[in-house]
């Protein structure tokens, strides 16, 4: 399976670093796309913001060959065409603004016009938003982008698999990405799990 993974600049970049690290050996070929404020969060947070800003690999500490870049405003990037054969998209973190350009279908950018390729091509996207409190129009959004086929993902962890340490919510959201692309995988248990060691 090939994916795109999109970072835009809402905070939480940690997510997208998680999620990129546990790609090896689970999605064939990664196109990494970094908008330009997702790279200044990213750098901010993942204490990284001296690397080279085309350097999106190091920006978020990915490892791995199956890692393609793609410069945001490369229109002409093969992820751009609904011939390329991209399975999904997971947007991590989506900024309220990339949720409502995507919602009005402007694509302005290559993660614009890749989200517009799987809304129109009918393949999974997934947003992971990170916002607090919601807006009306946040919320317009959010069930604008549904209608159309997207998953909205709040990056928002349970607590019922009672995590000690903050990696054990960051991969609590990271599980559910990939769940919501199908794909299993166990980094904390489930609520059933948990039920029954009660």
């Known amino acids: 399976m090939d994916i795109v993974v999109a970072v835009t600049g809402a905070s939480g970049a940690v997510y997208a670093r998680r999620f990129l690290e546990l790609t090896k050996g689970r999605i064939d070929k990664v196109h990494l796309v970094v908008s330009?404020?997702?790279?200044e969060v990213a750098?901010?947070?993942?204490?990284?913001?001296?690397?080279?800003?085309?350097?999106?690999?190091?920006?978020?500490?990915?490892?791995?060959?199956?890692?393609?870049?793609?410069?945001?405003?490369?229109?002409?990037?093969?992820?751009?065409?609904?011939?390329?054969?991209?399975?999904?998209?997971v947007v991590v973190p989506c900024s309220m603004g990339t949720l409502g350009?995507?919602?009005?279908?402007?694509?302005?950018?290559?993660?614009?016009?890749?989200?517009?390729?799987?809304?129109?091509?009918?393949?999974?996207?997934v947003l992971v938003c990170r916002e607090t409190p919601l807006s009306l129009?946040?919320?317009?959004?959010?069930?604008?982008?549904t209608e159309a086929g997207a998953t909205v993902l709040p990056?928002?962890?349970?607590?019922?698999?009672?995590?000690?340490?903050?990696?054990?919510?960051?991969?609590?959201?990271?599980?559910?990405?990939?769940?919501?692309?199908?794909?299993?995988l166990e980094l904390v248990p489930g609520w059933a799990a948990e039920a029954e060691g009660q």
């Open 36 to 39: 330009e404020h997702g790279r």
């Open 43 to 89: 750098g901010l947070e993942l204490g990284t913001a001296g690397v080279a800003t085309e350097d999106l690999r190091a920006l978020l500490q990915a490892q791995g060959e199956h890692i393609v870049e793609h410069q945001d405003g490369d229109l002409t990037a093969p992820i751009a065409s609904g011939s390329s054969a991209w399975a999904a998209m």
């Open 101 to 125: 350009r995507i919602a009005a279908g402007v694509a302005n950018s290559l993660i614009m016009r890749a989200a517009d390729v799987a809304l129109k091509e009918r393949r999974p996207l």
């Open 137 to 145: 129009i946040h919320l317009r959004n959010m069930v604008a982008v």
């Open 155 to 184: 990056a928002a962890p349970g607590w019922y698999h009672r995590p000690t340490d903050v990696s054990q919510l960051v991969d609590f959201v990271v599980q559910r990405i990939y769940q919501a692309l199908g794909i299993g």
